[in-house]
């Protein structure tokens, strides 16, 4: 056996190297099958692996998701809030009512602490001098304006929810600072499927190894093995990450082999995982008020809440009445009161939304909800959500293969020559 070239070989010539060198013609296959796998496992670990530059400057590695996580987690989030997740449809679902009902405990403290909190500046003392019946009046007049004033704020956040709560920057936000959590949900979605495509890269590689068998007889070119070995690197990505779409409706083949895209296949399992991965990482109740109160949004909604406040106070002063009110108490203590009624209320408002995250998780119920969206969605809008998660990396990812292939195939080579001399 040589590894120079040369024209086709006589059959007798075949046959002697064959059975001189039958354990190397014998590994050809399975070292080609070997190759289809672990080119697959690297550059699938390739896609998530390290979450951070490992190496020295210019030389080292950033896993493709994490190092692009900005764009991957925008182009997912946006697919998924135009075909799935309307958030003005989410927040139809509050009950103003109901909520309140829910959040009476939270809500009458913070309601004690404001007015306890201004009545001292009024005067020191006052609050507790009064009697309870007094208290009481007081807390009854107060509470019977919330309904209105939170039917109020809920409307002009349901007319313009993007001016105060941007889902899309939310979810970005999140991914690129927790990489993780969008390697998570990544994988949530193609575990299987890579599963899928690293088995079927033995299989495509053995039959290619078979082929290379035969050519490596006939020439013995030392060209053929990386030749070979980039080919099954190439042709079975290629293959595989088309077969994880491919066909998209259960097609038969050859009569009796019935085959659909696996992800397709297995629409209702990856469903599941991703609705509960996007409910419980990315859009989770404390994650949505949060950004509600501390997103770019959160002056616009300060400021709403503040001009509902003063208006409500206006009201209660007796609306035509209001300047009268203003002159007899004085208009700059008038206008420090209510200033002063809008920083309490500034100043609680985070910790009284906070009480509302159990009863938003279950109104909304957005796993099911989501669950629910995807399982109405054809097979080709339900693609469309899904392939772009895998269509930026499908060509890194077939050539990473194909280079290691490649790569492999040369070792093959020399080692060949090592043990032959």
């Known amino acids: 056996m040589t590894t120079t070239h040369r024209a086709i070989a006589s059959w007798s010539e075949i046959t002697t190297d064959v059975s001189t060198y039958w354990w190397i013609y014998l590994s050809m296959p399975l070292i080609a099958a070997f190759v289809g796998w672990s080119t697959k496992l690297v550059a699938v670990e390739m896609l998530y692996r390290p ?14 998701v994490p190092r692009r996580a900005g764009k991957v987690g925008s182009t997912t989030i946006q697919l998924l809030t135009s075909n799935l997740l309307k958030p003005e449809e989410l927040l139809d679902r509050f009950d103003v009512d109901d909520a309140l009902d829910r959040l009476q405990e939270p809500l009458n403290a913070a309601i004690e602490e404001i007015i306890r909190d201004l009545a001292e500046e009024v005067r020191p003392g006052l ?24 039917q109020n704020l809920m409307t002009e956040i349901k007319s313009d929810l993007p001016r105060y709560l941007d889902i899309q920057f939310l979810a970005v936000t999140t991914l690129v600072r927790n990489k993780e959590k969008l390697v998570k949900l990544m994988r949530s979605v193609s575990t299987d499927a890579m599963a899928f495509v690293r088995r079927s890269g033995i299989y495509f590689g053995f039959v290619i190894g078979l082929v290379q068998m035969v050519a490596w007889a006939l020439f013995q070119n030392p060209w053929i093995m990386p030749a070979f070995g980039f080919a099954v690197g190439f042709i079975s990505d290629y293959i595989a990450l088309n077969m994880l779409f491919r066909p998209i409706y259960p097609r038969k083949y050859l009569g009796f082999f019935t085959f659909q895209g696996l ?42 809440v503040t001009r509902e406040i003063e208006a409500a106070i206006d009201r209660q002063a007796g609306g035509v009445a209001a300047p009268i009110v203003a002159l007899a108490v004085g208009t700059k203590r008038y206008r420090a009161m209510k200033d002063r009624v809008v920083t309490l209320v500034l100043e609680r408002l985070p910790s009284t939304l906070s009480e509302a995250q159990g009863y938003a998780a279950e109104v909304i119920d957005l796993e099911n909800t989501i669950i629910d969206k995807m399982s109405r969605l054809t097979n080709e809008e339900y693609e469309s959500i899904l392939r772009p998660v895998f269509k930026d990396d499908e060509p ?4 990473v293969g194909a280079v290691l292939g490649g790569v492999v ?12 001399r």
């Not at 195939?409 to 032959?420: A, D, R």
């Open 127 to 150: 609050w507790d001098s009064l009697p309870e019946a007094g208290r009481r009046a007081v807390r009854d007049r107060i509470v019977a304006q919330i309904p209105a004033l939170t």
């Open 409 to 420: 195939g040369e070792l093959q080579v020399q080692i060949i020559e090592l043990v032959t």
């Open 263 to 304: 992800l397709h296949a297995q629409r209702e399992k990856i469903t599941r995982d991703y609705a509960k991965i996007l409910a419980d990482d990315l859009f989770a109740p404390d994650l949505l008020f949060d950004a509600l109160i501390k997103g770019p949004g959160s002056d616009k909604l300060f400021a709403l």
């Open 51 to 64: 979450l951070d530059f490992k190496g020295w400057g210019i030389f080292g590695w950033q896993g493709i």
């Open 396 to 399: 890194l990812m077939i050539a």
